[in-house]
């Protein structure tokens, strides 16, 4: 699977030294005919904020996880004469709209998540974003995201070429490098050129990866040492 095109610097980078744990994704859906994951979440037409509980039970080599994710916070007309970094102080407070195909902002009965529009996405458990799936995907559609990672502002605009899929529809495009704190917001604006319905995309999930938080070197010395000792016994 070919991965979205990281087309901006982040402020700062950040680097996590983590233990590896067999991690697998959560899939968010917002559409709720979709089977292909059971991880769901209701319609959310009409809401400024839409909040419940995701779990993986492959987290962490089968130990489990339970995400309380929430997505909030949509606003429509930002400012992004400079797509790298939106200007949110003229942007007005919105609704999602959701409909079979996804879900979107500003139009309570359609999915549309057009140029200009955005809102954030949060979970108390720290986590990457690892993929969006979309509908009315054209190719040629930017995200800018912002996240904090380690304490420190990240962000980065994303071109969505490369979806696998068959446009316009059931498009899954890859992200890397996105790594969020536990209750931090990330926030998805539309950047796209004005070029194709303008820049339209419709939602379908949002894939998601619980991040184990750091072990420190002495923890790992000594859970080294009694593993040794259990090998020696």
Do not use: C
Not at 3 to 32: C, L, Y
Not at 50 to 61: C, E, K, L, Q, R
Not at 145 to 164: D, R, Y
Not at 192 to 211: D, E, K, M, Q
Request: charged content about 15%.
């Amino acid at each position: 699977m070919r991965k979205a095109t990281f087309i901006g610097a982040a402020i700062a980078a950040v680097s996590t030294t983590m233990v590896p744990s067999g991690n697998a994704a959560v899939i968010v859906n917002f559409d709720t005919g979709d089977t292909l994951s059971p991880y769901h979440y209701l319609a959310v037409q009409n809401k400024t904020s839409v909040t419940g509980s995701v779990t993986d039970p492959a987290y962490n080599a089968g130990a489990g996880v339970t995400f309380d994710f929430k997505i909030y916070k949509p606003l429509k007309t930002v400012n992004i004469t400079t797509p790298a970094a939106p200007d949110f102080s003229g942007a007005v407070v919105s609704f999602f709209g959701a409909e079979g195909t996804g879900f979107g902002v500003a139009e309570g009965t359609l999915g549309r998540f057009d140029r200009t529009e955005s809102f954030a996405i949060a979970a108390t458990q720290k986590m990457t974003v690892d993929t969006f799936r979309f509908h009315e995907y054209s190719g040629d559609e930017v995200l800018q995201i912002s996240w904090t990672a380690g304490g420190v502002g990240q962000s980065g605009l994303f071109a969505m070429a490369g979806g696998v899929g068959t446009p316009p529809s059931n498009v899954t495009v890859t992200l890397a490098g996105i790594v969020a704190d536990a209750n931090t917001d990330i926030v998805v604006t539309n950047v796209s050129p004005n070029t194709n319905n303008a820049g339209r995309l419709r939602i379908r999930s949002i894939g998601v990866t619980a991040v184990p938080e750091p072990v420190s070197l002495g923890l790992l010395l000594l859970l080294g040492l009694a593993a040794g000792r259990r090998v020696r016994r």
